[in-house]
C-alpha cells in the first residue's frame, strides 16, 4: 500500500533578515512566497491532505490563510523545530512532508522526486540537503548543516514518519542529498528577493527556448 502522506507548509518565522515583514507574504514575481509552496504542494497526488503552522510571529498569514479557506496551526513562535514539535505533538501517527515556503523555485517534481527517493530509506526522520558547493551564491545568508565534515544547504524538505502518539525528537534527522541546484535559492534576505526573481526569471527563459 503506498505510504499516506500528509504535507505541511511551514509559514512561522519571525523575518528578522526581511526587515520584520512575515516571510511568508513577501512577493517574488508579484506572487506572495507561501503560494508557491501551496501550488508545489497542490500538484502533487501523493500527497493526500494540507496543513499549515503559522505562529504567533505571523498574524498576517494566519489571516491571509484564513481568507483562503485554511485553518493553520498556531505555534508558540520557538522557533521552526519548535513550532513543528508542537504541530507534530496534536497529530496522529503517519507520514508528514514538511515544506519550507521560503523556496520559490520548489516545484511540484522536486516533491515528487524527494517522496521516491524518500522508499530507499525507512527511517523516522529524513532531511533533504543539497551540497553545498552546488549551490554557493544563489542566496546571501543560507543556513549550512555540517555533517562528518561536508557541508550542506537544506533544501526545504523534510518527510517524518510519526510512530507514536505525543512529542517525538526531531534533532537528529537522517541526511538525504538532493541534486536540485535551483532549490538552494532560498529567500531569506531582501537581497535574496531580486536574486530569486532573477533566477526565476532565467529558468522560464530557458524553457521558452
Known amino acids: ?33 507561501i503560494k508557491y509552496a501551496i501550488e508545489a504542494v497542490e500538484g502533487c497526488q501523493e500527497i493526500t491532505g494540507l496543513d499549515f503552522v503559522t505562529s504567533i510571529n505571523t498574524p498576517l498569514t494566519t489571516r491571509f490563510l484564513r481568507q483562503m479557506g485554511y485553518e493553520p496551526f ?27 515556503c521560503d523556496v520559490p523555485t520548489m516545484t511540484t517534481y522536486h516533491i515528487q522526486e524527494a517522496l521516491r527517493i ?11 540537503v543539497l551540497p553545498l558547493e552546488s549551490v554557493r551564491g544563489l542566496s546571501k545568508n543560507p543556513t549550512i548543516i555540517e555533517r562528518g565534515g561536508v557541508h550542506f544547504q537544506p533544501a526545504g524538505l523534510r518527510l517524518i514518519r510519526k510512530k507514536s502518539v505525543g512529542p517525538q525528537n526531531h534533532s537528529n534527522p537522517k541526511l538525504v542529498v538532493l541534486h536540485f541546484r535551483e532549490l538552494g535559492m532560498n529567500v531569506n534576505t531582501l537581497d535574496d528577493i531580486k536574486a530569486a526573481e532573477s533566477y526565476l526569471k532565467a529558468l522560464r527563459d530557458l524553457a521558452k527556448s
Open 118 to 128: 524518500s522508499q530507499r530509506h525507512g527511517e523516522e526522520y529524513l532531511m533533504y
Open 1 to 33: 500500500m503506498p505510504e499516506q502522506i500528509m504535507s505541511v507548509i511551514m509559514c512561522g518565522g519571525r523575518g528578522r533578515r526581511m526587515g520584520g515583514r512575515e516571510k511568508p507574504l513577501v512577493e517574488v514575481l508579484g506572487k506572495p512566497l
Open 74 to 100: 498556531i505555534g508558540s513562535g520557538g522557533g521552526f523545530l519548535n513550532d513543528l514539535s508542537e504541530y507534530l505533538a496534536k497529530k496522529g501517527e503517519g507520514s508528514y512532508l514538511v515544506v519550507s
